[in-house]
């Protein structure tokens, strides 16, 4: 019944994934709309259990997962190339680049860019620090570079990896029950594997909903400072219902009209902003300290890597990393099937090291920038953003806030919020592609162009309807909604890690014979490759000899 439906509206996809997916959607919305306060309370309470209860699980396996992506990385399965020995990148390092970051958590530096220093700044995650001193400061730096450095991308990447080594090596459609197909087999594509793309659909368009509606709010707070627009539900739909439709118009245009051109312009905006409040700003204060919360990340690392608040048991760390890493989670299937599709061609080695290390350099001047400038606005009296942003709660207006103590401020706020919008388009759209993924599985032949279209629209009716139906109390289920579904996901990554080992040595069995950074699949496209070259080589040769015997011949006629 699923497929004759699928074929009337013209669709070329999975139907049972698709049309399940969708009814799920559907079913959870009405139901967080019509249920709030009783969904709000079951999620709120199996959240909080989790935090308490399997916190340490969390922090210990993300740091599992970049502990084995440096390993492979550094291995001689580092000289694998995905997509064959012969493949080479689609992209070129600088477009790749764009579109990874602007995919992944673009929207995200510039809610917290701000906002984060500055709140850890007022209320330092350790009780024995004194808030607003100089170690404060240097904490707030530590633990904002923790959330969204190696860490963050460490939990793009190893699904990324995953998906781009099965994808591109073993051929395997784009769906996350790909990643299992050594512990599965041709089981991936029954109900078992059905179930699992199921919810990684779900979970991609929950945790982009949830970015969604903190890029509406920023976007609402700098109208309203701009313009004195309204901060309120009708001005937040409208909002979402515009980015939508330039979200929808990229989809249409495709993956390099559409989506790598809004990427690399809006990097370059990106860079250039960070470049203003660079020269504007305390620039020796800001050079120095770039340098220095470089040290200070690195030197902290380990110890933050680990960190469990054992003894302070706060409850601080499940409010941020925790939820952190258990929504970022969510929605890594999207971030890891994107940047696995543009990444054809590039080794483990070079894809690990791009995917982890470029995105980090950048967000480590970015925090340094606009998160040690604001602090030091703070620490020199010449703003009180901790009064605007911490104390009255305003963190969606807080990179607002900051720029009024800047040249040209309403300008530069209009390109903020212009900034805010391509990177939420980049976003939806790219999720939109990817979702598609997950339901047709394939990209031989293009699926029709409704079908993105469809999910664009449904990941702003996600969004729109809970802010339209509940407000911030909607965005909050939510949140605490992919908080409890992040677990399962988590317990996903591990098992990644082992069928992505388990495929590298059936594929790659001799370890110890080969030279070094070479296997029996290279061996064999090199010996293909000679091969060929000397059968050209004798073809050639045979070309010549006869050319040379027929022009004797003919010398010989003439004699």
């Not at 699992?196 to 903190?214: H, K, N, P, R």
């Not at 919360?293 to 760390?317: A, C, E, I, K, R």
């Not at 139906?469 to 399962?488: F, K, M, R």
Request: net charge neutral; aromatic share 12%.
């Amino acid at each position: 019944m699923l497929e004759r439906l699928a074929r009337r509206l013209g669709l070329r996809t999975d139907p049972v994934i698709f049309f399940t997916a969708a009814a799920l959607t559907f079913v959870f919305v009405v139901t967080a709309i019509s249920l709030t306060d009783q969904v709000d309370s079951v999620f709120r309470s199996a959240s909080d259990w989790l935090k308490s209860n399997l916190g340490w699980f969390y922090i210990l396996g993300v740091t599992t997962f970049l502990v084995f992506l440096l390993w492979i990385a550094l291995s001689r399965y580092g000289h694998i190339r995905l997509g064959g020995q012969e493949a080479r990148p689609e992209y070129s390092h600088r477009a790749w680049f764009g579109m990874l970051f602007a995919a992944g958590i673009g929207t995200i530096l510039m809610f917290w860019g701000v906002a984060e220093p500055i709140s850890h700044f007022a209320n330092p995650p350790q009780a024995d620090v004194e808030p607003e001193s100089v170690e404060a400061a240097q904490m707030a730096m530590g633990y904002s570079l923790y959330h969204f450095g190696l860490h963050t991308w460490t939990i793009f990447c190893l699904p990324a990896l995953s998906f781009a080594y099965f994808v591109h090596r073993r051929g395997l459609p784009f769906r996350v029950s790909s990643i299992l197909h050594p512990l599965l087999g041709e089981r991936i594509h029954g109900p078992v594997g059905k179930a699992i793309d199921i919810a990684a659909v779900m979970g991609t368009l929950f945790g982009v909903a949830v970015s969604i509606g903190l890029g509406t709010m920023q976007i609402n707070s700098g109208l309203a400072d701009l313009f004195g627009v309204p901060e309120n539900r009708l001005v937040q739909i409208l909002i979402i219902t515009v980015v939508t439709l330039i979200a929808t118009g990229s989809v249409v245009a495709g993956l390099d009209k559409g989506i790598k051109r809004l990427s690399n312009f809006n990097i370059t905006i990106a860079v250039a902003l960070m470049l203003f409040v660079l020269v504007t700003g305390s620039t020796l204060f800001l050079l120095r300290g770039v340098i220095e919360t470089t040290g200070t990340y690195l030197s902290w690392l380990v110890p933050l890597s680990f960190w469990n608040d054992t003894f302070g048991d706060t409850g601080w760390q499940g409010s941020w990393t925790v939820f952190y890493w258990a929504w970022t989670i969510t929605w890594s299937p999207f971030v890891g099937i994107f940047i696995a599709r543009i990444s054809k061609g590039r080794t483990i080695r070079e894809f690990v090291t791009g995917v982890l290390l470029l995105p980090t350099a950048f967000t480590v001047v970015w925090f340094s920038v606009f998160g040690l400038s604001a602090i030091n606005l703070q620490m020199e009296g010449e703003a009180d953003l901790v009064s605007e942003v911490v104390e009255q709660g305003d963190i969606p207006g807080a990179l607002f806030a900051f720029l009024n103590n800047f040249p040209l401020s309403t300008f530069v706020a209009a390109v903020s919020v212009f900034i805010v919008v391509i990177f939420f388009t980049t976003s939806s759209d790219s999720a939109s592609l990817v979702v598609d993924l997950l339901c047709v599985g394939k990209t031989e032949q293009a699926s029709p162009t409704r079908q993105r279209v469809f999910w664009a629209i449904t990941e702003g009716v996600v969004a729109g309807t809970l802010i339209a139906a509940t407000g911030t109390g909607g965005l909050t289920a939510l949140e605490q909604v992919i908080t409890v579904v992040g677990l399962p996901f988590f317990a996903l990554g591990f098992l990644m890690i082992f069928s992505l080992l388990r495929a590298l040595r059936q594929d790659f069995p001799q370890l110890g014979g080969p030279p070094p950074g070479m296997f029996r699949a290279e061996l064999e496209d090199r010996r293909r490759a000679v091969t060929r070259r000397a059968n050209q080589a004798r073809q050639k040769a045979v070309q010549v000899r006869r050319r040379i015997g027929r022009r004797e011949e003919g010398d010989g006629e003439q004699r």
